[in-house]
């Protein structure tokens, strides 16, 4: 066991920050986790898990400095879909700013995968802002930036068309895409606050597989024991529900991410990293049985 670290977790209450959470716990590290409701169930869960909960808001630097006082390492994170793309930068920013004061030794953000090569996309151009911001602090820090998440499959917007036998994406269905699952993404992160000094300055593009829409299709029906079929949502009809989410699926098409699969696995073979089959076959599909979600 590397020594142990301890670490203030943004977005704990969500998807991304609570595996992250979570993996640091399992890994015998000491997590702190900043949350806007501490009395919210899913706050509440945290602590219940191990996880100490202090009150703090990403736009309030005090807050953030006051939560990260005694801790050596601070993983921050972002939702643009939450609170837009400028405020996403800006508490970014802001948080990255209160970290540095409150002496941080290890700063690892998580941006998203390619957002470096000028994507045009706004939700991977506000991360990128946040992530030249921490370059220049002066402060020892590490990128996560991973790709699409295996748990998309079953987001809001997908589900009810799953329990109806369909999986919809608005990419054709031969398209390779990038996906990674949540797990991974939190074991990755604990990886790199274990590492710590071997990591300062690095940017890592994280994935545990790729495959097309038809492949998902054929591991779905698998694992779920019926057919699933795939199918192609209009760009068109994207862009009236998001302009953001209408680029992307338009530089999936176009461009799509590149992540150095066979090297991750190679260098954090800690990580475990799943494929998509793997996700699939480890999900708790009851999900599926629970209307509205």
């Known amino acids: 066991m590397s020594k142990e670290r301890s670490v203030l977790v943004t977005g704990a209450t969500g998807q991304q920050g609570g595996a992250v959470a979570r993996a640091l716990v399992a890994r015998g590290h000491r997590v702190r986790a900043i949350c806007r409701r501490p009395e919210s169930d899913s706050a509440r869960r945290l602590a219940a898990a191990g996880v100490e909960v202090v009150a703090g808001d990403l736009d309030d630097a005090w807050s953030v400095t006051q939560a990260a006082s005694g801790v050596d390492t601070m993983f921050l994170m972002g939702n643009s879909y939450e609170a837009g793309t400028d405020a996403e930068t800006r508490q970014g920013i802001t948080a990255a700013n209160a970290a540095k004061a409150a002496g941080i030794g290890h700063l690892i953000y998580s941006s998203v995968a390619d957002a470096d090569r000028k994507t045009g996309i706004p939700h991977f151009d506000s991360k990128f802002l946040v992530e030249q911001h921490i370059a220049g602090l002066g402060v020892p820090y590490t990128i996560s930036a991973p790709v699409a998440f295996m748990e998309n499959t079953v987001a809001p917007w997908a589900i009810d068309a799953l329990r109806q036998g369909v999986y919809a994406a608005a990419l054709p269905s031969g398209r390779v895409l990038q996906q990674i699952c949540l797990a991974d993404i939190g074991a990755f992160v604990a990886a790199l606050a274990e590492r710590r ?96 979600g």
């Open 197 to 292: 000094e071997r990591v300062f300055g690095r940017r890592f593009d994280i994935a545990g597989d790729e495959l097309s829409g038809e492949d998902q299709v054929k591991i779905l029906s698998e694992v779920l024991g019926r057919p699933i079929g795939y199918q192609e949502l209009p760009i068109a009809a994207m862009r009236q529900q998001s302009e953001d989410a209408a680029l992307m699926y338009e530089w999936f098409d176009r461009t799509g991410y590149d992540a150095d699969i066979a090297s991750l696995r190679g260098d954090f073979p800690d990580v475990g990293w799943h494929r998509y089959a793997d996700w699939a076959r480890g999900f708790d599909w009851s999900v599926l049985n629970k209307a509205g």
